[in-house]
Each structure stands twice: as C-alpha cells, then as structure tokens.
C-alpha cells in the first residue's frame, strides 16, 4: 500500500516536472482550459439562480390574468365583461389591473407605470392596497426581519404624486421631492411629485416601475373609465385554475387567460440553451473544448513518443506510462476546474456578472442593479464536473494506448536528436 | 507536492464559497421575501431584466405575436431578446 | 546464465519490406564476464542485445534467464524482469530534456515506488563513484558528452541490475573518454556483475578486459 502511494507520488511528481517543462503550452492550455470552465460555470450559476428567484418570487403572482385581444394584439379590457368573469364557479375574485409602458424620449428609457390594485375592505370602503410603499426606509430598523415592509406612511398614493422604482431614481438622478414630467396622450405635459423610491432590494422586479394614482393614469393615457388593461382572476380551489381558464375562454372567446403556471414555465425556459446567446457562448465553448480534445486525442507529438519510449526502455510499463498520461490529463483538468468555478462564482455573485452585463442589458437604458441570491447546487458542480473534466482526462489518456505499441527497444534505435 | 496543496486549497476556496452562497440564501431571505410581497401586493407577473421592449420587459404577458412585430429586423432586442424564447407558453397551449 | 537458442527475429513479418535481423543464433553467456559482440552495423546486434535484454521478443526461438524461459513472458512480467535485472547503456544517452541529472537518474526506479530518501541517497551515490556528483541538480542539456553518458550510467545502476547491457556505448566518445567508459566497465567486472557490449570499436573488443568475443555476420554467428 504505501508502495503504491510512493509509486503514484513519483509519477506524479514526474507528471508535474514534464508539464513544467512545457510552460508555455501548458499554461496556455490551463488559461484555455480555465476560462472555458469559467463561461460554462458562469452561465450556469447565473441561469440556475435567476431561475430558482424567478420561481420564487413569481410564485405570488396572480392566478390568472385574462387580457383581451384583438386583431392579434394586446387591448384594453372592458370592465363590464368583469361581471361575465366573477360568474363563473370557482372564480373567488376578479380584480381590474391598469399599467402601461411609457417611452422616456430624452433618455430613451421605458417605464412600467402600474396602478397599485385596489381592493374592498370590510367595511366595502375602496381603499388601495398600496401598503406597497416599500420606501427606503432602513433607518427605522435595519436589522428587525419583521419591520413592515410595505407601510403607509405618509407615502400614501395621492393624485399628483408617484413612487419610483431604484432604477428609475438612478438612471434621472432623481429624489423624493422631485418633480418628473410627462407627455400626456394629447400633447400637454404633466408633472408628478415623487413620493417614494421603492427599495433597492426589490429591483429585480421593481426597477422600471412607476406607481402611479388611477386617476392620473387615466387622464395620462385617455383611458376611459369602463376600461382597464386587464384582470386577475383568484380561484376558489387552486386546482382548478386550468379549468377556470378554459371556461374563460369558453365564455370570453377574445380574451387570453395567462395562469401563474404559465409564467413560471416561461421563466422556467428562460435563458434556455436555444437562445441566441446560449447558443454562441455554448457553442464557442464546446467548440473551443472539441478543438483541443481533439488535438490530445489525435496522437502524440515526435518528441513526447521519443519520450515514452526512453521510459519503457528504462523499465516503464505501458500501465506506468498512461498512469503518468492520466495524472497529467487529471492535472490540468482538475486545476482548470477548481479555478474556473471559483471564478465564476465571483464572477456572478460577487462583480454581479460583470461580463454578461453588457450583453444582458442590451439596448435597456434601465437596468436593475440587482444582487442574485447564490442558488448553487451540489448538481450543478458534478454537472459542470462532468462534462469538463471527465472527457478531457479520458482525451489525454486515449492516445497513449497507442504508445503502448511504442516498442522499449525503439529508443535503442534511434540515434541522433 | 505543490500541485495537491493548489488543489486542496482550491477545493477549499471552493467549499467555502459554497457554505457562503448557503450562509447567503438565508441572509438574503428577508430581501426575497420583500420581492414576493411586491409580487403579491402590485401583482405583477415578470422580472425587470430587459426593459427595452413589451416583449422582454413582460416576458409572460407578450400577446401571441410580439416579438416579431416591432420591427422586421427587430434590431433594438439583438442581445437580450436572444437570451428570450419567443413566448412559448403560447405555442404549449391549444 | 542466459542461453538463446534458435533465436530468429524478422521485421515487417508478410510484408514486402520484410526483414530478418537474426537467423537462429543460438549463445550461452556466462556471468561475471565481459562479452562483447561485435560485427559490421546490420548484422544483428542490436536487435540481439534487446532480445537478451528482454526488449523485445523473438519471433521463434527460446530465450533462457538461469535456466528459466523467458521469451514466452507477457509484457508486465517481462518489464518486470528487464528493470531488476539488467541496465542498459544506449548509443546516445537518451537523457529526459528539461528534467535534471538526479531526477533522470531516479527515473527507473519510480514505478517501484521506493522511499524517496533511500532513492536519492542511490542516486547520489551512483554519480558520485562516476564522479558527477556535483552536477546532480543541473538540467541535462548543459552536460558535456561524457557527462551525459555518465547520467545515463548512473541510471542503468539505480536498480542495481546484475547485467549490464551497453549498446555502442563508445560510439559518440573521443577516444580519451572511450578509455574512461572501459575504466567503468572494468569496475563492473570487480564487482561481479555480468556486461555485455555490443561495438566495432577495436578499443573496445581488442581490450584486455573481454572475456569473450561474438562476431555477427548477416544475423547468425560467425566462426
């Protein structure tokens, strides 16, 4: 046993000093290898977790949404047709959405303005649940997990007034107090006073947002008062939300029901490798990776066959000689690997995926500036083992079975360098 | 041996930062929780990633034929619209 | 003792090309004696060299190490064999580039996983008595001919094998250094262990030293 341990110290150590031999190869190799690992396991992490937040949070989003079409497009839903929907059985609620986008022209940003939902309380007064105001406001207890996130305050949504998301703030350099304009549906302009800034750590999905009174809404966009964007639908019995749905359709043939199943499998297929980017960075990658698989697996170099063939001469078996191909195969891999992943998880949990920004931004004047929690899997590493380090270990190690046609005599016979 | 010492540390490096992102989950619990009550209490239905189209803004909200209606050469989505699938709960549904 | 008999080698078996190096040698080569084997090149004698050193196999024949047959081991065993048993010195030193003196000397003797203390006090040792001592830790490309040719010594001895082979050893030597190898090999004698030379150097088969001369012609033995 502690033969064998000494037997592979020494070949190992042998391994080393060949690698060191050929600096400049192997250390090219190794970067090579490193970043590939890096792109791979920074896709990785930064999918996998944006994916398991996405199912997080999206997890509260509303049953169903019914939006109206018409001709193919989005349009505005009539609220008599709500009466239609609260009808059917198993429908608990039917509440009346309004948001919309609007187009920044001198920043060439898009806004989401959204009217904070109002519900009936129970004394049948309307009042908007717009507890929301999740206004910075960490002074008041940073540290107490159970501090009311969403408060009144003296935050609470007037006509005139809106709350802004983080990402908005930032991108017009804009403050509570401030006043921020815009063009209404026919020409005028309207100014708005911040109330509020919604909180940074919401910004993955609040950035982009305005909230903004009914009222103001309206006269903004001249929408009249029997219509809103759409509406959500609560289910009496969660099972039965696809079955509320094709009833919707059923009764409302122009509408489209969107359940919280259906926006969690589009965020379930987000960054799916079929898209665009995946597939360039997948492709570069497996591309970059087949390239020098391929350039191990297709033989040995004139210099290292003279090589294995002074070793057999020595008294190396060919078991000896692959030992020494696998460590070397085992080194790189295993190196490569353990950095490429360290990397990348400071890559994408620490510089907030620094490179993927510009890409992931694209022509987005707002982009949220968010932290992703780090979902990180033991899987996702075996995952990233596997498909890394495993065949370019085996790579290295296929060519040499053919040294072991390498005769020990073949070093007794050639004569000169 | 300088080799397994690297490995070793590395390996280490890496467990740690494991046990960080782990550490990280549950101090970033309250900031998820934040997130869900805005999902529930605005209903809203998508990511703020890209706001630079309807499409990409509310992913799951697109209507059957945006992503291809805004421009023929749709140029202003190049990069994060081809991060994006086309709507494909639509195509899911009958 | 090893006892060929029969002992035929071809090359390129069933091709155009084929050869026969060796054409039923048959040879007895005592222990504690110098043999040399000499003859024009392409007469055999390196191919006979790799047989008797386990090398490589005859195509038919029988090899015999102390009265065991040996041309009809498996690889494993047979390297097994050739590293306890013989250390070879080849025409060129075939030292490993990049790697130093001491490591290349140390070299066959890694898979047998020795402790390295015990390993590198060997080596150590070895160079010292060829007196290289001082270059242990420099990389081989900075030695001289003779110097080389002295690592490569030292590192037939490092498993200390009771035979030992040397193919052409004097043929990259001056001839002050061909007198300085015959000096070593003389040492070998003294310490009792079986050498083998193949060479067409006079100086090296008219030596007092040899105990016993083959000549090889077209790949069987003259006279």
Known sequence: MIDWIERQRYIIDFTLSSLLRRKVKNFGLLALYTLIVFILASTMFFTYSIKKEASIILSESPEIIVQKLSAGRHDQFPLSQMETLKKIRGVAEVLPRLWGYYYEGGLGANYTLLVPPVTTNKNGIEETTDSITSVENKENAPDNPDKPLFQYNDTKLKPGTIIIGQGIARTRNSHVGDFMPFRAYDGSIVGFEIKGILSSESELVSSDLILISEQDFRSLFGIGNDFVTDVTVAVVNPHEVSTVASKIVNILPDSRPITREDILRTYESIFNWRGGMMIVIFSAAVLAFVIFAWDKASGLSAGERQEIGILKAIGWETSDVILMKFWEGAVISLTAFFSGAILAYIHVFFTGSLIFEPALKGWSVLYPHFVLTPFISVEQLATLFFITVIPYTVATIVPTWRAATIDPDSAMRHSGD | ?94 | MIELSKVRKVFNADNPNEFSALNGVSVKISQHQLTVLTGPSGSGKTTLLSIIGCMSRPTAGRVRLDGRVISSLPERFLTDIRRKTFGFIFQQPNLIKGLTVLENVMLPAYPLGESYSLLKAKAIFGLDSLGIANKANAKVEWLSGGEAQRASIARALINNPSIIIADEPTAHLDTNLSFRFMEIIENFKTEGKTVIISSHDPLVYNSSLVDRLIKLRDGQIEG
């Open chain 2, 1 to 94: 041996m300088a080799f397994f010492l690297i490995i070793m540390l590395e390996a280490f490096i890496l467990a740690l930062l494991i046990a960080q992102a782990s550490l990280n989950i549950s101090s970033m619990q309250g900031a998820l929780k934040e997130k869900k009550t805005l999902v529930r209490s605005l209903k809203l239905t998508d990511l703020c990633l890209f706001t630079e189209a309807r499409y990409t803004r509310h992913l799951s909200q697109a209507d059957l034929n945006t992503p291809f209606q805004d421009h023929p050469l749709s140029l202003e989505h190049f990069p994060s619209g081809s991060f994006t699938l086309p709507t494909n709960l639509i195509s899911k549904r009958k």
